[in-house]
C-alpha cells in the first residue's frame, strides 16, 4: 500500500511539471533584467529545469546544464556545412604566408582569427539558461562574453549577458576587486572592441588577465592577440601557461601555437 502511494505522488508530480509546460514555456521570461524579453529556457531541457527550480535542485541543475552547454560549444556546430571544415585550420598558414606581415598599428589589424559567422547561434541561449539556474556562477559570465565578444564576434550577445551578470552580481557593487567590476572590465573591452580602438581594448584585457581570473578560454584569446599584433614572448607565456594547466581543451593547442610563435620569433618578425 506504502509503495503504490508513492507511485502515486510521483506520477502526479510528474503531471504537475508536465502540465506546466504548456503555459510556463511560452511566458517564462529572465526575472533578472526587465530588456529580456525573449524565452531563457531551452525546450529540450525544460522539465529537468523546471524539476530543477521547484524542488530546489538550481545549483545541481546548473552544473548539469553548464556540460550540456560545453558539449554543444565543444562539437563541431550542426549548422556547419561540409565545404566550411578545415577553414579555421588553413587561416593561421594563409596569415604567415603573406609577404604583407608587418601591421604600421593596432587599427590596421583588428584581431582574433575568428569561427566563422553564424556557428554556435545558440549559445547565448545555453549561457542564459545556465545563470538563470545559478545567478551567481560567475566563471560562465566570464566564460561566456569572451566567448562570444571575440571568438564568436558577436559583441552584442556579449553585452546582453555581460548586463545580465551586472544585474545579478550588482550586490557586490561596494566590493572594488569583485566579479562585478570583472565584468565591467569585459564590458569596457568589448566598448573598445566596437569602437576600433584596440589598443585601448588589449589594455583592458591585460588588467582582466591581472586580475588571475580569467578561464582558459579568455586566456588563449588574449594570447591569439598578442601573436596577432606581435607581442611574440607574451604569447609564448600564456601558451606555456594554458599547457601546463593540463586544460585538454587547450594542451594539444597549445604545442601548437608555442611551436608557431617560437619559429615566428626565430624569423624575427617583429611588431612595428
Same mark, same amino acid.
Given at each position: 500500500?506504502?509503495?503504490? @502511494? ?10 504537475? $511539471? ?10 517564462? $521570461? ?44 565543444? #562539437? ?36 582574433? #582569427? ?19 539556474? *545559478?545567478?551567481?556562477? @560567475? ?37 572594488? @576587486? ?24 588589449? *589594455? ?12 582558459? $578560454? ?32 587547450? $594542451? ?21
Amino acid at each position: 500500500m506504502k509503495e503504490k @502511494s508513492i507511485v502515486f505522488i510521483i506520477i502526479i508530480l510528474l503531471i504537475f $511539471v508536465i502540465g506546466l509546460n504548456s503555459v510556463l514555456i511560452k511566458s517564462i $521570461v529572465s526575472p533578472f533584467s526587465k530588456i529580456y524579453e525573449t524565452k531563457i529556457l531551452i525546450d529540450k531541457y525544460f522539465i529537468l529545469d523546471s524539476v530543477g527550480i521547484i524542488f530546489g535542485l538550481r545549483k545541481v541543475v546548473s552544473d548539469l546544464a553548464w556540460i550540456q552547454l560545453l558539449q554543444y560549444y565543444g #562539437t563541431q556546430p550542426e549548422e556547419l556545412k561540409e565545404e566550411d571544415k578545415g577553414i579555421l585550420q588553413n587561416q593561421y598558414k594563409e596569415f604567415t604566408d603573406s609577404t604583407n606581415y608587418r601591421y604600421k598599428s593596432f587599427n590596421h589589424f583588428e584581431h582574433i #582569427t575568428k569561427i566563422k559567422p553564424g556557428k554556435y547561434k545558440h549559445l547565448l541561449k545555453y549561457l542564459k539558461r545556465v545563470v538563470l539556474l *545559478d545567478p551567481l556562477y @560567475s566563471f560562465v559570465y566570464f566564460y561566456g562574453i569572451g566567448s562570444l565578444a571575440w571568438n564568436l564576434d558577436r559583441p552584442e550577445e556579449a553585452l546582453d549577458l555581460a548586463n545580465i551578470g551586472l544585474k545579478n552580481l550588482e550586490f557586490q557593487k561596494e566590493q572594488i @576587486s569583485s566579479d562585478y567590476w570583472e565584468i565591467v572590465k569585459y564590458q569596457q573591452a568589448i566598448y573598445y572592441k566596437v569602437g576600433g580602438k584596440y589598443k585601448e581594448m588589449l *589594455d583592458k584585457l591585460e588588467e582582466i588577465l591581472q586580475s588571475g581570473k580569467p578561464p582558459n $578560454v579568455v586566456k588563449s584569446i588574449i594570447a591569439n592577440l598578442y601573436k596577432k599584433y606581435g607581442m611574440y614572448e607574451k604569447s609564448l607565456k600564456l601558451w606555456e601557461e594554458l599547457l601546463l594547466s593540463g586544460d585538454p581543451e587547450y $594542451v594539444e593547442r597549445a604545442k601548437i601555437q608555442i611551436i608557431q610563435v617560437n619559429n615566428l620569433i626565430k624569423e624575427g618578425k617583429i611588431y612595428e
